[in-house]
């Protein structure tokens, strides 16, 4: 079921603002040099976590004076001009359409063995890694150092607020078709304590026990956090192999909410090896029960997560720490030839199989509307004719009813009438008989 909250979530506007801004191109130039983000898209209503990490970065790099911009999928197949450095979030760009003396950097946030599956990973003038064992694996294929530099929260965004945390658990995890693992203890959880379940949720994900909020405006995830004890986390199998933890552990702690995810791993090189994990629903249970009855604990162990991530973990820490990588890969790329003719071909090759693969896409996406709208209807049309049955079954007890209570009515009025009838009959025989004793 889909709940609505009697104070549904704030949106930021105010933030949203300065996202809309990147994504409209106001921010192109900068006295430092201009970076483009290749990202999956530019639509901030789309839920792709690759573009908010890429617009975190540019918010204070641009507060740095670097000009930034994206780069969505959708242009991939266009050349790029009036850059120094693209940074790749993606595994699937293929940098031949990046002007020859700009900088080609990948940020390898997940999907490590995808990445190592690339025959182009030479062609990035750096790579960066959010985790060392990620960045370990990499370097070896690479044939250079590859930099850890891992995600983080936009503090000004992700900003904690004093007042009641009224979601006892709260899970933003989508659910993009493939099942997640914390699915399979969602139920069992519901079943004993309170969980909100926020995101995209396909077909064949609802889960017993729990409310289901529906979609979200990542801007609007801030106030969620701030209302939450627990947010849960789930990181898929091939980043938690190398400890690539998610966005939502830097955002909700950056909130004052505790986050609990599914794997250690990573969590001490973050200097968050204090977060809470799981691994099945009594897990989950008992760090709800001890944080939310020890109020005093809670304050305690988020106001230590947060000290780190501000100091550690925020996006304006990030943007000061990768402004040297930044220039140094511009460095390297200055004395790089012209791209490969192969390396352009196969950039604009795989431009055109997601081109297609998009509109395939957009095709099934369209008729998979068409057949759920087609289901709503029958499903609403045989509601409709149970609810036609259900009144006419009313309507017949009722008639059935009114012609009892007609029929008694009537008998009523017809004993009533034959007494009367009686009692004036019989009267004028009690006057004689009256009158006859009177008289005698």
Do not use: C
Not at 135 to 142: C, G, I, K, M, T
Not at 244 to 250: A, D, G, I, K, M
Request: proline letters at 3%.
């Amino acid at each position: 079921m889909t709940v609505e909250y009697e104070r549904p979530p704030v949106i930021d506007d105010r933030q949203r603002d300065l996202y809309d801004e990147i994504v409209a191109g106001q921010h192109t130039d900068g006295h430092a040099g201009r970076i483009a983000f290749a990202v999956s898209t530019d639509d901030l209503d789309a839920g792709r976590g690759d573009l908010f990490v890429a617009l975190g970065l540019a918010k204070y790099l641009a507060r740095l004076g670097w000009g930034v911009r994206l780069w969505p999928m959708s242009q991939w197949g266009e050349r790029l001009d009036g850059v120094d450095a693209v940074i790749s979030m993606l595994e699937s760009f293929v940098p031949g359409l990046v002007p020859a003396h700009a900088a080609r950097i990948a940020w390898v946030r997940n999907w490590t063995e995808t990445w190592l599956e690339q025959p182009f990973l030479r062609e990035f003038d750096a790579v960066w890694s959010s985790s060392s064992a990620s960045a370990e694996v990499l370097a070896a294929a690479y044939g250079r150092a590859v930099d850890v530099v891992p995600i983080a929260a936009d503090a000004e965004l992700f900003s904690p607020t004093e007042g009641r945390r009224g979601l006892s658990v709260v899970s933003s995890v989508n659910h993009w078709g493939t099942p997640r693992r914390i699915h399979s203890v969602l139920g069992d959880l519901g079943a004993r304590v309170d969980v909100t379940l926020f995101g995209e949720q396909g077909d064949g994900a609802a889960v017993s026990h729990v409310a289901h909020a529906g979609r979200i405006s990542y801007f609007g995830l801030p106030d969620v956090y701030r209302r939450s004890l627990v947010v849960l986390d789930d990181v898929i199998d091939q980043a938690a192999v190398y400890g690539n933890q998610n966005s939502r552990l830097f955002e909700s702690i950056s909130a004052g909410a505790l986050p609990v995810t599914n794997t250690r791993a990573g969590l001490d090189e973050l200097g968050l090896g204090a977060v809470p994990t799981y691994s099945g629903a009594e897990d989950l249970v008992e760090v709800v029960e001890r944080f939310g009855h020890d109020r005093d604990a809670f304050t305690a162990r988020t106001d230590e997560l947060s000290a780190v991530v501000r100091e550690r973990h925020t996006f304006e820490v990030r943007a000061a720490e990768t402004e040297p990588l930044i220039r140094a890969a511009i460095g390297r790329a200055q004395d790089r030839a012209e791209p490969s003719y192969l390396l352009a071909a196969l950039s604009e090759e795989r431009a055109s199989k997601i081109f297609t693969s998009t509109i395939s896409d957009l095709r099934q996406v369209e008729i998979d509307r068409r057949d759920r709208r087609i289901n709503d209807l029958e499903r609403a049309v045989e509601a409709a004719e149970r609810r036609i049955e259900r009144l006419n079954s009313v309507l017949f007890d009722a008639s059935q009813e009114l012609e009892a209570q007609r029929n008694r009515k009537i008998n009523r009025v017809e004993r009533t009438v034959r007494d009367s009838a009686s009692t004036a009959l019989a009267l004028p025989r009690r006057v004689r008989g009256a009158l006859s004793r009177w008289s005698g």
